[in-house]
């Protein structure tokens, strides 16, 4: 028994160090969101403009970009005024549908792909919702929609705490209940 739980521990442990160790896996020039396409922001409302920027086309680097997933359609990215990342604006359709979707864009000199997410929403992420309405736990409240269930409701308490203290206080005199 304890040399398969040490066989068994001993392959896990192998199995991790390989996964561990193994260079990721770049396919036809594509890099991941992470080392790629930054989005800003990361979600937004149709109708506002979003941002990207990347340095993987090196500096001085241009790409062109394409958010046709979107609806947005193609749009340049050119190196900043200090020849480091390179960036390009769009604009979210007002008639694009919530969900995620992945912007693209290509370097110019290297062809080398890479890509971002954008998030779509309704609301936008820079607005606090406020929740609304009451909750239907059966229970009641204390100012509830009937005024006269509420008086009532308070008339009892009130009759059973006096009730309440008069019967201890006959107890505590000895007259007994």
């Known amino acids: 028994m304890r040399r398969t739980a040490r066989l068994l521990t001993g392959t896990a442990l192998a199995v991790a160090a390989v996964g561990l160790a193994a260079p990721a896996t770049v396919y036809a020039g594509e890099v991941s969101a992470t080392g790629g396409l930054e989005v ?10 979003a941002m990207v920027t990347t340095a993987a086309c090196g500096k001085a680097g241009s790409a062109a970009g394409d958010a046709s997933a979107v609806g947005a359609g193609a749009f340049p990215l050119a190196p900043g005024a200090d020849g480091g990342e390179a960036a390009g604006r769009f604009e979210v359709p007002p008639s694009a549908q919530p969900g995620t979707y992945e ?22 992420a820079r607005a606090q919702v406020y929740p609304r309405g ?10 509830g929609p009937d005024p006269v ?3 009532a409701g308070v008339t009892a308490l009130a009759v059973a705490a006096a009730g ?3 019967l201890l206080h ?6 007994g209940i």
């Open 40 to 49: 800003h922001p990361s979600s937004v409302v149709p109708g506002e403009p």
């Open 103 to 124: 912007i693209v864009a290509t370097c110019g000199g290297s062809g080398l792909r890479v890509t971002g997410d954008l998030v779509v929403t309704l609301t936008s």
């Open 134 to 143: 009451s909750v239907k736990t059966g229970v009641g409240g204390a100012l």
């Open 149 to 151: 269930q509420t008086a």
């Open 164 to 166: 309440g203290t008069w």
């Open 170 to 175: 006959r107890r505590a005199r000895g007259d």
